[in-house]
């Protein structure tokens, strides 16, 4: 016994005190090594290298994703006038630019489009349009220098064409409580195309 731990005894003596030769683990080793190798990779794929997409791009790409799952339907439409023709004709399409104009025009229009601040949205009269195309317009670029405020930082192209639609399918409901007509009367909308219209 005395034998085996005299093999283990290193050499060195220090005031009396003898060393014991108990080495560091094998699985310490390679953890040691490991924490190293990995924060070499670590720092090349994360910053020297186009691999990895930063946080903001991520966001972006994930904001993308959503938008084309959301609006996947809409956005095969290229004619800005079909689509908003589209989305008059579905009730689903007109529940979600119902949706985006409760969160963005209720403040000037009321909450029916009867008018508050903004015009009255459903009867026949327009200030500064003649047809959709230049109610898209508005709705993207303003009008009457900025009494109407332009969206086309705050909403994408999807949601004006919903919001357009919705707008557009007010026409004629005469809201009750609405403001007194104001503008001129435009020809009527072109009619909306309905899912049995596509096919569908």
């Known amino acids: 016994m005395a034998d085996h731990y005299s093999d283990e005894l290193l050499d060195h003596n220090y005031d009396g005190i003898q060393e014991y030769d108990n080495p560091t683990p094998g699985w310490w080793h390679l953890i040691f090594w490991g924490t190293i190798v990995w924060s070499?990779?670590?720092?090349?794929?994360?910053?020297?290298?186009?691999?990895?997409?930063?946080?903001?791009?991520?966001?972006?790409?994930?904001?993308?994703?959503?938008?084309?799952?959301?609006?996947?339907?809409?956005?095969?439409?290229?004619?800005?006038?079909?689509?908003?023709?589209?989305?008059?004709?579905?009730?689903?399409?007109?529940?979600?630019?119902?949706?985006?104009f409760q969160g963005t025009c209720t403040l000037c229009h009321n909450q029916n489009g009867e008018g508050l601040i903004g015009p009255n949205l459903t009867d026949n009269h327009y200030k500064n349009l003649t047809d959709l195309e230049g109610m898209l317009d508005v709705v993207t670029n303003g009008a009457a220098n900025g009494a109407m405020p332009a969206n086309v930082n705050t909403l994408n192209e999807n949601e004006i064409a919903l919001v357009v639609g919705y707008v557009a399918s007010l026409r004629g409901t005469f809201v009750e409580g609405g403001l007194p007509a104001d503008g001129e009367e435009i020809p009527p909308f072109p009619e909306p195309i309905t899912p049995d219209d596509q096919g569908g």
């Open 40 to 100: 070499v990779v670590y720092a090349v794929i994360l910053h020297m290298t186009p691999m990895v997409p930063d946080r903001i791009t991520r966001l972006n790409n994930t904001e993308d994703a959503a938008i084309q799952k959301q609006f996947a339907a809409l956005m095969q439409i290229d004619d800005p006038i079909t689509k908003v023709q589209t989305i008059m004709g579905d009730q689903n399409w007109l529940d979600q630019g119902a949706s985006v």
